[in-house]
């Protein structure tokens, strides 16, 4: 099967990396020239989005909302009949499908750890079939972990999973700091904080705990975890972090306005 991706930034080379095994996989972008010399002959390109769209059985968006209105129409003919897969945010299923008329349409939000097929990916539909379901999920799932919600929750999950690796990335990039203050070398200090985020996680999956189970799981009278989540609670850093989500949400919602009016 043949997946038209167009867009050639950070999500859409990913997707085709990670897809690359199971569809033959083209693209098309701005930039020929650019695109050309990245794909270095490992990816079929094409100077233009109608070529690209008309050569795909499935056809993926990794572009700009920006832009999604003008290249939807672009490719409306050529994309009759097809699945079109979006990866913009704030881009509804409605307004794809108003634009889109003779599609089948899908969303999806997927997160930075793509870049090593690790994303967990929130996607909706409209009006799919079963073999159309099939090849959504076999896409999403060629870069990572694939999640089906209702549409109503894509803002929330853009502020959640989407923007969350980069509040993550502040969580670990202050404890390998502290470490780094309390003398541990840098490299140490660094291996030490992604492997407690590597592993705390994969305890929570495996063995099912909630975040508190493990916490006191950890935590002893009298100890260093109290004492330490005691700052921790000085700081309102609970706070601090759902707030950093709502924010993300909020603009999530602004976009998603922004693209209806």
Do not use: C
């Amino acid at each position: 099967m043949k997946a038209a991706i167009i867009g050639a930034g950070t999500v859409g080379r990913s997707i085709g990396e990670g897809i690359k095994n199971d569809f033959e996989v083209s693209f098309s972008s701005g930039s020929f020239e650019k695109l050309e010399k990245w794909s270095k002959g490992e990816f079929k390109v094409f100077d233009n989005n109608v070529e690209n769209a008309k050569y795909g059985d499935v056809i993926l968006l990794a572009i700009k909302p920006g832009i999604s209105d003008s290249v939807m129409e672009e490719i409306r003919s050529a994309a009759k009949g097809k699945l079109v897969i979006s990866f913009m945010a704030g881009i509804t299923l409605s307004h794809m499908q108003e634009m889109l008329k003779d599609s089948m349409v899908a969303r999806g939000m997927p997160s930075i750890p793509m870049l090593v097929q690790k994303s967990v990916t929130a996607y909706s539909y409209k009006n799919l079939d079963k073999e159309h379901k099939d090849v959504l999920e076999k896409v999403l799932k060629g870069f990572g972990s694939a999640v089906h919600i209702d549409e109503s929750y894509m803002d929330a999950v853009t502020g959640l999973s989407g923007s969350g690796p980069a509040f993550v990335a502040i969580m670990a990039d202050s404890m390998i700091n502290a470490g780094i203050l309390a003398g541990i070398p840098k490299i140490q200090a660094r291996e030490l904080v992604i492997d407690t985020f590597i592993n705390t996680m994969s305890l929570m999956r495996e063995k099912g705990f909630s975040a508190s189970d493990l916490r006191d799981e950890v935590m002893t009278p009298g100890g260093t975890t109290v004492a330490g989540i005691y700052e921790m609670e000085k700081a309102n850093a609970r706070t601090a972090i759902a707030n950093a989500v709502l924010g993300s949400y909020r603009r999530a919602k602004e976009i998603s306005k922004n693209s209806r009016d």
